[in-house]
């Protein structure tokens, strides 16, 4: 083995294993760069968000979510009948998605809330500041689809996510 392959296998484990739940399957070794959809991009929390991301964070509608933990797929928002382990190719923007939740949490409510605080939420997220319930995501403008994995439905959630499917 070469020292440049022994620098390629250090480094590969030493870095975090990254996780991307589909809702469609995707294909093994593919390279696949985000592009934007009408899903992630308006409404007013997206909008907020966009408004507060510094500059050299990428768009969050211009990249793959990504998690560290196979089995929070779920809760990310993902397909666990989906689920990849994923390699970035680029840089990874880390977040704190506890805020953004928190933020459509009260929209979903029927809250109005007031631009300072989203505004808050908002910076929260883009700086991974700490919560007291943290959910961490990983953003990427670009993925290689390594393989795919087997993900868990944790039980509390199997029932709500039979019924999620059945809607789909």
């Not at 083995?1 to 870095?15: G, Y």
Request: glycine content about 6%; some cysteine.
């Amino acid at each position: 083995m070469s020292a440049a392959d022994d620098a390629i296998n250090e480094r590969l484990a030493t870095e975090p294993k990254y996780y991307h739940g589909s809702s469609s399957p995707l294909p093994v070794g593919a390279v696949l760069k985000a592009k934007a959809t009408k899903l992630y991009r308006g409404g007013p929390l997206g909008e907020v968000m966009e408004e507060m991301r510094p500059s050299e964070a990428p768009p969050r509608f211009k990249t793959w979510y990504m998690t560290t933990d196979p089995c929070a797929i779920l809760d990310a928002g993902g397909d666990p009948n989906n689920t990849y382990e994923v390699r970035p190719t680029g840089p990874v923007t880390p977040a704190n998605y506890a805020w953004f939740r928190k933020f459509g949490d009260e929209i979903l409510a029927g809250k109005n809330v007031p631009f300072r605080r989203a505004a808050r939420y908002a910076q929260n997220y883009w700086s991974n500041a700490p919560s007291e319930d943290p959910e961490y995501e990983w953003l990427a403008p670009e993925i290689e689809v390594v393989k795919k994995v087997k993900t868990c439905i944790p039980k509390t959630l199997g029932k709500r996510w039979i019924r999620l499917k059945a809607k789909r």
